[in-house]
C-alpha cells in the first residue's frame, strides 16, 4: 500500500481548540438560554457543525446564536487556542518528505486559516475544505473527496487523520484510511465504536505508521 496524501482535521487533532470551543459554547448557551451548560454536554458534541448543534440546543433562536458564538470567538480566538504536542514538528517532516497535505474541518475557512497562520502551519498544506465548501459535511465523504480532487489524489493512496467519529466516518465513507488520535477531548468509546482503522498516541507514531505502509 502506498500512502501520498494525509488529510487532518483541525479541531482537537492538530490543534487544541477545546477551551476556545467550551467557552465559546458556554457565552452563548448563557447569552440566549439563560442557563449553563456542563462541559462534558459540550464536549459530545465536538466535531459536529456548528450550525447544526444550534439548531438542535437553541431552536428558537439558532441564527443569533451563530452570530453570538462567532463573534466571541473572534475576539477570544488567540485566548484560549494552543497546538498538540509534536504536531508542527510532525507535520513539517511530511511535508519535506513529499506527502501531499490538506486540512478537513468543520470550521470555516477564515478561521480555519487563521488558526493554521497563529502557529505558521498554513504553508504546508496544499489544501483547506471547511464548511463553507460544501453543504455535504462530515461524516459525508464529500469533504475528503473534495479535497483529494484538489490535490490530484485519490482515496486508496490517502489517509484521514481526526479526533472525532465523523472524521472516521468521514474517511471510511470515501474510501481512505482512517486513524483517530488519542488526545481527542471525545470519550474514547464514541470514536472506536466505528472501528477507526488505527489510533495513535503521538505525531511521531502516525509518520511510523505511515512510513510502515510505504514498504508494505
Not at 488529510?7 to 448563557?30: A, C, M, R
Not at 514538528?89 to 477564515?110: D, F, I
Request: charged share 30%; aromatic share 8%; proline share 4%.
Amino acid at each position: 500500500m502506498s500512502i501520498k496524501t494525509i488529510l487532518f482535521d483541525l479541531d482537537g487533532t492538530l490543534l487544541d481548540t477545546n477551551e476556545l470551543i467550551i467557552q465559546s459554547f458556554q457565552h452563548t448557551y448563557k447569552t440566549h438560554l439563560k442557563k449553563e451548560y456542563p462541559r462534558e454536554k459540550i464536549i459530545r458534541s465536538f466535531g459536529e457543525i456548528l450550525k447544526i448543534t444550534l439548531d438542535r440546543e437553541c431552536p428558537e433562536c439558532s441564527n443569533e446564536a451563530l452570530e453570538t458564538y462567532r463573534a466571541f470567538q473572534g475576539v477570544n480566538f488567540e485566548k484560549f487556542i494552543t497546538i498538540h504536542t509534536g504536531v508542527k514538528k510532525a507535520v513539517e517532516q511530511l511535508y519535506k518528505k513529499g506527502y501531499k497535505l490538506g486540512v478537513v474541518t468543520s470550521r470555516l475557512n477564515e478561521s480555519a486559516r487563521r488558526g493554521l497562520k497563529l502557529f505558521d502551519l498554513e504553508k504546508y498544506f496544499e489544501c483547506i475544505v471547511g464548511a463553507n465548501n460544501t453543504d455535504k459535511h462530515k461524516p459525508d465523504p464529500t469533504p475528503i473527496l473534495m479535497a483529494l480532487e484538489k490535490l490530484n489524489s485519490y482515496p486508496k493512496e490517502a489517509m484521514m487523520v481526526g479526533d472525532s467519529p465523523f472524521d472516521v466516518l468521514c474517511a471510511k465513507n470515501a474510501g481512505a484510511i482512517s486513524v483517530a488520535v488519542s488526545w481527542s477531548a471525545l470519550p474514547k468509546e464514541m470514536y472506536l465504536k466505528h472501528d477507526p482503522d488505527y489510533v495513535v498516541d503521538s505525531m511521531e507514531e502516525l509518520i511510523k505508521i505511515i512510513e510502515k505502509l510505504n514498504k508494505e
